[in-house]
Each structure stands twice: as C-alpha cells, then as structure tokens.
Nanobody, 129 residues
C-alpha cells in the first residue's frame, strides 16, 4: 500500500500564503499523476490542481493565478518524492481540508477524484481574519 503524507497546513489571514507538501515514494513520484483536492464542511470534495508525470498541470478555475502545483521527483536510493502546492492570495472560501492523491495509468481527466487510487490523510487550511 502506497503512503502519501501531507504537511504544511495551518491558519492564515486573507491575502496570506501557505505551502503544502505531500511526501510519496520514489515510484509514485515518477510514475503517477498527482493532485490536490479539498473538502470544506458540508461540501463535496473538489479538485484544486493536478499534474501529470510530464509536468503539465490543470487547475480549478477559482484558484488559477493564485495556486501553483509542482513536483520534485525523488533522487537517491531512499529519497521521497514531494508534491507541492503553493497557495497565495488566500480567501476564506479556500478554507478546507486539503488532500494529496495519486493515480496510475492514463486518464483524460485528472481533476476527477474517481480517477485517483491513493490518498493522504489530509491537512487543514483555515483562512480567517
């Protein structure tokens, strides 16, 4: 069972910035497409951003220009891969639990939760004054 571990959540004022990181195995980092999803209380889980192994990225419309997804492949025998989500100009509507996910194979739509096979436990992001 592959393991994904998020870190970097926290509380920030509107307009602030946060970085989220997701650690994965070397294999996941190299072979899987990966994404960030979020879920606020009472809402469905939604895709925020996703990135293919080749580096092409897709974003939820409301975060374009504010969030950036990137990936650092593992180097070295026991190294981990890191998936990043750089979040800027944060708004109260960005408050949610953020999840890292990984999917294998090729799918046309990588902003769809059903296309992912492994999930992290989530990290809370709160934007409030």
């Amino acid at each position: 069972q592959e393991r994904l571990a998020e870190s970097g959540g926290g509380s920030v004022q509107p307009g602030g910035s946060l970085y989220l990181a997701c650690a994965s195995s070397k294999y996941i980092a190299a072979e899987y497409y990966m994404g960030w999803f979020r879920q606020a209380p009472g809402n469905e889980r939604e895709a925020v951003a996703a990135i293919r192994t080749g580096g092409s990225a897709q974003y939820l419309e409301s975060v374009k220009g504010r969030f950036t997804i990137s990936k650092q492949n593992a180097e070295g025998k026991n190294a981990e891969g890191i998936l990043w989500l750089q979040m800027g100009s944060l708004e109260p509507d960005d408050t949610a639990v953020y999840y890292c996910a990984a999917g294998r194979g090729w799918v046309r739509r990588i902003l769809v939760a059903e296309n992912y096979h492994y999930w992290g436990q989530g990290t809370q992001v709160t934007v409030s004054s």
